[in-house]
């Protein structure tokens, strides 16, 4: 970007009340043109809650319901207040909901589709005024590290979102390695300046910006959306533990090798006795090798249930239970290595060495679970090998000393787990 040497942000007035089915386009092109002119370059910054409103959006709803709706995951929450992600990938405060500038028991949700709104708008806009024009969305979000709110862009279309300044050098020749400026929020938050809610104006025109305006459409704004990948905060920190929850159905989605790789590194600061490391995780990343295992360890319950008298029905039904394993595309074996643990000459003290060792396992493993889920990942801790440690061991042709602990079964949740209600700790503690 050659750089514009100034800019101008110009409120567009004179809007009547929008309502659902209101053709906006033509309205907002014909109040920008009597009022600032619409030129070539020019970028229309339009608040979403006018599209909204536009496009029915605008529902008569409770407003803790219209957030559940509108959120597919939940990033943080503090009291009653959610930091919810949408459909759309952005995370804000209530998914988006808003009641402001709204009459009692009405609230406005997001467009659904607000590059697509950008779109259409600056079709129309274009098409009325004659001019190239770029158009941006605009929603309010606050900010994770800073105070106060700005206006961010949701919606774009015919401007660059991003310029991306990598590779070039600066005033002193260093070569810029990670500036990628998000002009598309540069903008919104400039151009609330102006059309700040107190004042009812809903649009502005910035102008002198024109060479961030292009002719196609673009990407929008869904490219200012980090992907979860590239996600470091992607719960809210007191979120982190209760992320996890037993994920027993799962979509056909591949589990991210690296994902697991971060896990397992997460898993193995857990502590142990004696300084030890006594954790091991077989990863079953073959078809075989995790056919095998299933295979020999469903012969291994239904040979314990035969021998229990259980008769070929109750067997079918009961086997027919544990099969979160199965449905999960990815399996890990924590296994515990006890090589490190003390030897006495009493069973009662060996028995509590074990205990250590066993309970330092739960950690790490409770660990790997709370990892996968901050990646995004579901899983299942099952009792499974625990039962059949010979047989896991054979399938899995395992190292003399490497006792399996169950088996967790990871994948991408199927659907969100049930909310529960919060445990009150009182009832878990004994004062002395
Ligand atoms: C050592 C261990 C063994 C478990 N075995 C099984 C199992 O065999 N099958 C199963 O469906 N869940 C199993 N679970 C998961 C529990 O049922 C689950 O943690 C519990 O229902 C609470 O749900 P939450 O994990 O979502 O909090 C096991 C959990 C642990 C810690």
């Known amino acids: 970007m050659t750089g514009a040497a100034q800019f101008t942000v110009l409120p ?4 009547p009340e929008i309502t659902a089915g209101t053709d906006l386009g033509p309205l907002i092109a014909d109040a920008a043109m009597a009022g600032p002119g619409l ?42 207040t959610r930091i919810s992600q949408t459909r759309h990938g952005l995370v804000m405060a209530a998914a988006g909901v808003d009641a402001s500038n709204l ?18 708008l600056r079709k129309a806009i274009s ?14 979000m606050g900010r994770p590290w800073r105070n106060g709110q700005t206006d961010t862009a949701i919606g774009a279309a015919g401007v660059a979102p991003l310029v991306d300044y990598r590779g070039e050098k600066d005033t002193f020749g260093n070569v810029l390695e990670v500036t990628v400026a998000a002009v598309a929020d540069e903008i919104a938050a400039a151009a609330d300046l102006i059309k700040q809610k107190a004042t009812g104006v809903p649009v502005a025109v910035v102008r002198g910006l024109g060479d961030l305006v292009t002719d196609e459409p673009g990407p929008g704004a869904a490219a200012l959306i980090r992907p979860a990948e590239e996600d470091m905060f992607r719960l809210g920190a007191a979120d982190v533990l209760t992320a996890r929850r037993t994920v027993r159905e799962f979509t056909a989605e591949p589990v991210s090798a690296q994902a697991v790789r971060r896990a397992i590194a997460a898993a193995v600061t857990a502590p142990a006795p004696h300084h030890s490391q006594p954790w091991r995780f077989v990863v079953l990343e073959s078809e075989q090798a995790r056919i095998r295992l299933l295979d020999d360890m469903l012969a291994a319950w239904r040979s314990d249930l035969t021998a229990d008298g259980f008769t070929a029905e109750q067997i079918a039904k009961r ?42 396992m739960g950690a790490a493993v409770e660990n790997l679970l709370v990892a996968l889920a901050v990646e ?53 503690v004994l004062r002395r």
């Open 319 to 360: 086997v027919r239970r544990g099969e979160p394993l199965r449905k999960a595309p990815l399996i890990i074996v924590p296994c515990l290595v006890a090589d490190a643990a003390h030897a006495y000459p009493d069973a009662r003290r060996n028995a509590s060495e074990r205990t250590m060792f066993v309970v330092a």
């Open 103 to 120: 009459p009692p028991g009405a609230v406005a949700l997001l467009p659904v589709d607000p590059d697509a709104s950008a779109r259409r």
């Open 127 to 140: 098409a009325r005024s004659g001019a190239k024009l770029g158009v941006i969305i605009t929603d309010t």
């Open 376 to 428: 995004g990942l579901g899983s299942c801790w099952v009792s499974s090998t625990l039962f059949c440690r010979d047989v896991a061991v054979a399938a899995l042709g395992l190292p003399a000393d490497w006792e399996p602990m169950g088996a967790v079964g990871v994948g991408h949740p199927l659907a969100p787990a049930a909310e529960r209600p919060d445990r009150d700790p009182e009832k878990f």
């Open 39 to 80: 030129l070539d370059g020019d970028i229309l910054v339009i608040t979403s809650k006018i599209v909204s409103k536009a496009e029915d959006r605008v529902i008569t709803a409770d407003r803790e319901a219209a957030i559940d709706a509108e959120t597919v995951r939940v990033v943080a929450r503090r009291g009653q």
């Open 12 to 15: 567009v007035t004179g809007l």
